[in-house]
């Protein structure tokens, strides 16, 4: 956990920390290109991390493999590790899905995933590092 961490505040620090990919995702908006990301086929145990500030987001036990070429999952870690707000742009009508809290714009959030919570995270690798269930217990 980066609490002690000061989060960058300019564009410019963002993009230092981040370089320019993870940085047009999560501060941008972007989206990476579907079935491009490292974590899409990735099945180990384990923790997954805001890649911009490694609060711990998602859990391995909740990822799925939806088809869509983007990391799924039917839930976050827990209920205030994500944010989401409404996303109008493209023509369609979304619900956006941040990162508690740095903010960093993770992907959307959709009603079409498995039972029994039917909802499908759908969420940016670049957004994401992994941490192993092994370094998670060894605190
Ligand atoms: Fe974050």
């Known amino acids: 956990m980066s609490d002690d961490r000061k989060l960058p505040e300019t564009d410019e620090q963002w993009l230092e920390r981040l370089g320019p990919a993870r940085f047009q995702v999560l501060r941008k908006k972007g989206t990476e290109r579907a079935f491009s990301g490292e974590l899409y086929h990735h099945h180990a145990e384990g923790t997954y991390l805001c890649a911009g500030c490694e609060y711990p987001l998602f859990q391995s036990q909740d990822k799925y493999d939806s088809g869509s070429g983007w990391p799924s999952f039917s839930r976050p870690l827990s209920v205030g590790a994500v944010a989401e707000q409404r996303d109008d ?51």
């Open 89 to 139: 742009s493209h023509g369609m009508i979304r619900s956006e899905v941040l990162c508690a809290h740095c903010g960093g714009h993770l992907g959307h959030v959709f009603d079409d995933g498995p039972a029994p919570s039917g909802t499908r995270y759908c969420i940016n690798s670049l957004a994401l590092t992994f941490r192993d269930r092994d370094d998670d217990n060894a605190g």
